[in-house]
């Protein structure tokens, strides 16, 4: 990591958006504490996470990569040991409440082992925040899930940013990046450029043309002069080209995807 | 068949790749021949035997250099009466006691016999029952010998040393009264290492230690929640050995029950912090279970549990001071079987609590580099 600066605003998702290698789920050890940078501070909620780590793990959620929960244990057990870990004393209430607040009260008494992908995707979730943090990690929370529970989850995650919490969602499914409030592409360990998602998108009309060729040939296309980045796409060929570039006939210009800025952005970086 | 080839060949491929488990392949085989080749020796040696020589005459002078010229007695004690001479083998000082009289070589001029008291630790009834031949094998020696100068002399012939063997502790010779005191301390080792670390180790395999890692939960709360249940646990497997071992075999209780708990506590401490430090070099159950089993096997045999230390070799016996088992099967055997108290035992203890203490400061360090990443 050099030099990541960021700033979550309560009621904000933040989406991490990168490529795997990134530094993503680095980042986020980072800032909860699990890892301690080689130099520089982490601050969250204004704490300094080297400093005092134990203040800042009882503000944060962190729902790992890896789903954490004991398969041998049943919904609700998984919950309330959470839940005890933070705040003992409402812990059963935190518990009840968190079954409720993600639908999981149905599962109450099934085995974590026994849920299906989705629903035990829901119960990391729940777990991540049943203590009710002030700020929640969650890294790539939708790894291998079907569209339908990824929608179901984003709905959560945006529960959970309703409810005051500052979000940092990493993630490199650029659809979900459209679903954050703002976003920061993270590539090699730097943080190329911060914004919404329309405020990237701007940004990267300011710097480059996005086109469509229909009926070009991939091989011809790249060697145009001024391309800087050219895929296939259904019938044609997907172009990023300098602003400079001379179109050809037949050229459309189209509305760049998040998937084009960080093509962009990243061949800028390189 | 290609198809079990492959699936086999695989399965070494993966073995081989585990940074631990090769090593212990090959060196848990040589630890079991080094222990169980050079330390195990059933014929005993170097018995240490605590005398009162009230005579110190020819006789009783004869009698202890047939005793320890062939290596089997050692003289452990010259002590000043019949009772210091009991209190010896109270303490495990000695393991077999003799109390000459005195006149006794007045009395064999006289043609009477001489009573010899002989005391023999029961606890271990093979060892009693082969170190009571050897006693007799000796005493026949220097019978003899007296005989031939008298028959020579033409006198009237008959058996001048005549011994009175007591054997203490365990009159009946009951192996299980041996063996359960043994057994306790085994189940204590056994259990409490093997679940602490696979706990420990378990948490860390199923990625569940980052989440943890990340909560406000302490790493000496992580350390001590673990290893409350397995000290429950193992105290309640322990409880269920001494109760049948009490009710079901008779093994008496003469000593003080807390005493007993005592020592169980400390040495349980140990090894625990012992599965807390196997677990901080072990990444799978299957290496913590092997790391377990190079830890339990030198206690299994070093120990006292069976086999007797006054046999094994001189660098074994050193070794088995470093087996934190041992301290607490003399205790338990002293305790349950002697009936000995605080005044005899705390040698012992002491040296648990201190194994107990390093291991717990060695493991707790280890843990905490590790947690800290």
Same mark, same amino acid.
């Given at each position: 990591?050099?030099? *990541? ?51 800042? /793990? ?26 005890? $870990? ?27 082992? @026994? ?15 049943? @203590?009710?943090?002030? *700020? ?85 296309? +790249?060697?145009?002069?001024? *391309? ?29 995807? $998040?998937?084009? *800025?960080?093509?962009?952005? +990243? /061949?800028?970086?390189? | ?11 070494? !491929? ?43 005459? %020819? ?5 202890? #250099? ?26 495990? %000082? ?55 100068? %008298? ?25 299980? #009264? ?10 204590? &080792? ?5 679940? &602490? ?68 506590? !400390? ?16 990444? &799978? ?31 074994? =016996? ?27 035992? #705390? ?22 580099? =590790?947690?800290?990443?």
């Amino acid at each position: 990591m050099d030099r *990541v600066s960021l700033e979550v605003r309560p009621g904000e998702v933040f989406g991490l958006l990168g490529p795997n290698g990134a530094g993503k789920t680095t980042l986020v050890r980072i800032l909860s504490g699990v890892l301690r940078p080689d130099e520089g501070r982490a601050l969250v909620v204004g704490l300094d996470v080297g400093r005092e780590p134990y203040r800042v /793990k009882a503000l944060i959620g962190y729902a790992t990569q890896e789903q954490s929960l004991y398969r041998d244990l049943s919904v609700e057990e998984n919950l309330l040991f959470r839940a005890r $870990l933070y705040r003992p004393k409402e812990a059963k209430i935190l518990a009840a409440e968190a079954l409720a607040r993600f639908g999981l009260a149905p599962y109450a008494k099934t085995l974590a082992g @026994h849920l299906s992908g989705g629903w035990r995707q829901r119960l990391a979730l729940a777990q991540a925040v049943v @203590h009710r943090p002030q *700020v929640l990690f969650l890294d790539e929370p939708t790894t291998g899930l079907d569209p339908l529970s990824r929608r179901g989850i984003w709905g959560l995650i945006h529960q959970e940013a309703a409810r005051g919490a500052a979000v940092l969602v990493t993630t490199h499914y650029m659809d979900e990046a459209e679903r954050c409030h703002r976003l920061a592409l993270l590539f090699a360990g730097r943080v190329l450029a911060v914004g919404t998602p329309q405020e990237l998108k701007a940004l990267a009309r300011e710097r480059a043309r996005f086109l469509f060729a229909p009926g070009f040939a991939l091989e011809a296309a +790249t060697s145009l002069p001024g *391309v800087l980045e050219a895929w296939p796409s259904g019938e044609g060929v997907r172009l990023i080209a300098r602003k400079d570039f001379q179109m050809g006939v037949g050229f459309q210009e189209v509305e760049p995807s $998040l998937e084009d *800025v960080f093509a962009l952005l +990243t /061949k800028e970086a390189l | 068949m290609s198809r079990i080839l492959a699936l086999a060949e695989k399965e070494l !491929l993966q073995i081989r790749r585990d940074h631990v488990l090769p090593r212990l392949i090959v060196l848990l085989p040589s630890l079991m021949l080094f222990l169980f080749g050079y330390a195990i020796n059933f014929t005993l040696k170097n018995i240490p035997v605590a005398v009162h020589d009230a005579a110190q005459d %020819r006789i009783s002078k004869t009698l202890l #250099w047939e005793l320890t010229k062939e290596g089997t007695f050692r003289l452990a004690l010259q002590a000043q009466s019949r009772e210091e001479v009991v209190a010896a083998l109270d303490r495990g %000082r000695a393991r077999v006691g003799l109390v000459v009289p005195a006149g006794a070589l007045e009395r064999v001029r006289r043609g009477e016999s001489v009573g010899l008291e002989i005391y023999v630790d029961g606890t271990d009834p093979n060892f009693a029952f082969q170190a009571q031949a050897a006693l007799r094998r000796v005493i026949q020696e220097v019978n003899a010998r007296i005989l031939v100068g %008298r028959a020579l002399a033409g006198e009237r012939v008959l058996p001048p040393l005549s011994p009175e063997i007591h054997t203490l502790y365990n009159p009946e010779n009951k192996t299980a #009264w041996f063996m359960i005191p043994g057994i306790l301390g085994l189940v204590l &080792t056994a259990f409490t290492v093997l679940l &602490t670390a696979l706990a420990i180790v378990r948490e860390a395999e199923s990625r569940m230690m980052e989440s943890l890692l990340a909560s406000p939960l302490r790493p000496y709360e992580m350390v001590l929640g673990k290893v409350l249940p397995n000290l429950f646990i193992a105290f309640g497997v322990a409880l269920l050995v001494l109760a049948l071992g009490h009710f079901v075999f008779g093994v008496p209780v003469r000593g003080s029950l807390s005493l007993l708990l005592l020592a169980m506590f !400390l040495f349980v401490l140990g090894s625990l912090a012992a599965g807390v430090l196997i677990s901080t070099v072990a990444r &799978t159950q299957v290496q913590a279970v092997f790391g377990t089993y190079a830890y339990v096997l030198p206690t299994i045999v070093l120990s006292g549990f069976v086999f007797p230390i006054e046999g094994m070799p001189r660098l074994f =016996q050193a070794l088995s001071y470093l087996v934190p088992a041992r301290y607490l099967i003399e205790v338990l055997r002293g305790v349950m079987l002697k009936g000995v108290g605080l005044q005899v035992v #705390w040698p012992h203890l002491l040296a648990l609590a201190l194994f107990s203490a390093l291991v717990l400061l060695l493991a707790s360090a280890r843990f905490q580099r =590790q947690v800290a990443v």
